[in-house]
């Protein structure tokens, strides 16, 4: 297990895939801070926070990260030699687990810091210090953004093929995200639920949406073993 997680975060880490993922999220993030009409909002670096935490416009970026990452091993059957020589499925499952949500986190979080810094370079930058609703929204959506990585994952081993999982994770990170939005954006189960990043910091909205976060973590990643537990590899 230990040496199946050294050898994926190696991948993880040398991914040509990654860097350019990040490279183009850096470059949106800048974009948007140059763009940002400065007259129509609030002229401080905690309003761009506050606009670029909950934003999910590229989340399909870290969804093709993903759908990459976990099938390109079974398309150099790198799992299928894992298998065979005694390594556990559960093990195969979090080795590459991961890694994954690593990659939603740290491109979500290269679009954010790109953005307020870009913001900051046009207004200045001033000292701003995170409230404990702050801190506590930080937590909820790092907790949706795992969530979201988590179906992401049981996607890839529901595939196990690495262009059908690539078709899946886009397709799925659309409807989640764009066509669920303007659908159903007034419900209250999709405001609460992990493809919806909490959008303010109202202490009792985001424990609910911790909660439905941490539930989906717990259902999808056990999803991934089910489905995976039973392939033929």
């Known amino acids: 297990m230990i040496n199946q997680f050294k050898v994926e975060s190696y ?5 040509i895939f990654l860097w350019l ?10 974009y948007n801070g140059f763009k940002w009409d400065v007259s129509a909002h609030a002229t401080e670096i905690m309003t761009s926070f506050d606009q ?4 999910m416009s590229f989340v399909f970026m870290p969804a093709l990260f993903t759908a990459w990452f976990i099938g390109s091993n079974f398309s ?3 799992i299928h030699h894992e298998i065979t020589s005694g390594a556990s499925r559960l093990s195969v499952i979090l ?3 991961l890694p994954a949500i690593s990659s939603g986190i740290v491109l ?3 679009y954010i810091v790109s953005t307020v810094i870009s913001l900051g370079g046009r207004i200045g930058f001033d000292t701003f210090i995170l409230s404990s609703d702050h801190v506590l929204w930080i937590v909820t959506v790092l907790l949706q953004m795992i969530a979201l990585e988590s179906f992401f994952v ?3 081993f529901l595939c196990c093929n690495l262009y059908i999982g690539l078709i899946s994770s886009v397709i799925s990170a659309f409807t989640l995200v764009n066509v669920f939005r303007n659908i159903f954006r007034d419900a209250s189960w999709y405001q609460f639920s992990f493809f919806h ?5 109202s202490s009792a909205d985001l424990i609910t949406c911790s909660a439905v976060a941490v539930v989906s973590i717990v259902v999808f990643s056990a999803l991934s073993y089910i489905v995976f537990r039973k392939r033929e590899i």
Do not use: C, Q, Y
């Open 76 to 78: 150099t059957r790198t």
């Open 52 to 55: 670029a935490l909950p934003d």
């Open 108 to 110: 979500h979080s290269a």
């Open 154 to 156: 049981f996607i890839g």
């Open 95 to 97: 080795s590459r687990s």
């Open 197 to 201: 990043f909490w959008e303010n910091n």
């Open 21 to 30: 993922a990040m490279l183009f999220m850096v470059a949106v993030g800048i």
């Open 11 to 15: 991948k993880f880490l040398r991914s």
